[in-house]
């Protein structure tokens, strides 16, 4: 990482390089993402690493409110006792009530929620502030971040501009780097399209909007950096494609199956594509993405089935 941006291993799913939570050394020290409660320890492990104290943070930024990217915010303003929680204006209220979060999380990860994200405590309104498109936080002299709504992956996502670094943090908006390789040598990006406001189209719509910024450097959410921007647009929008093909294929091949026996069909065969393209020799690679796609075969499956009924 830049000596400006520190990388902190949250362990989410108790797997190593999955998720992180990026330090920014500033004079009012910035962390962008937070995983789920059960990566807290993790990251004020981290910070100690770093001779951070917690109580110094003014600053904690979530790219939108999923649990494995801010469920954990609540738990760790109890640790950092001044800071601030900047968020989506359409994620705001689900920080303050994260009750209809929760039950979302449930339906989607039934007996695993406990182990995966409690508890999910609420943030109190007052330490919250949210940042519309376009809209600035100074962090430091010159040090700028600016805000981009970036939908596609949730319609409560922001992007964040680093003007010091010439960096974007894109949580999920423009998918996952995987730490292993496709089999040509270069970095494998999967798009995220978990359930439920997956649009492929304001997805592609974020990507130009990044792309046309320039930028040198993309942070992801899950996980760390790629120094190779056009390289990572090409591998979303390819990726996307094969997404929407192969489950187009599927769900116009059995119209008489329902939603979850669709989602299963759709993720072992994305699964099977990613597979023959990538090398996948680390096992707990292997079970993550097949984890990842289980989900993204559920949000693609709840995004044509919307589709169908407007």
Known sequence: MSHLIDLIDLNDLNLKERTGSYLLHAKKLTLIETSASPSIPYLLRGLEKLNINPVDIEYIIVTHIHLDHAGGVGLLLESCPNAKVVVHPRGARHLNDPSRLIQGAKAVYGECFDQLFDPVLPVPTERIITKADRETLEIDVDRVLTFYDTPGHAKHHFSIHDNQTN??????TLGILYPISMTNGTELILPSTSPNQFNPNDMLASMKRIRDLNVETIYFGHYGKSDYPDHVYHQLSQWLNRYLRISEAIISAH?????????????????NRVEVESDISDPNVFDYIKFDLNICAQGIVDYYTKLKQS
Do not use: H, K, V, Y
């Not at 960096?167 to 999920?172: L, R, V």
């Open 167 to 172: 960096s974007m943090f894109t949580g999920d």
């Open 255 to 271: 119209p008489e199956r329902d939603d979850n026996t669709l989602a299963e069909a759709i993720a072992e065969a994305l699964f």
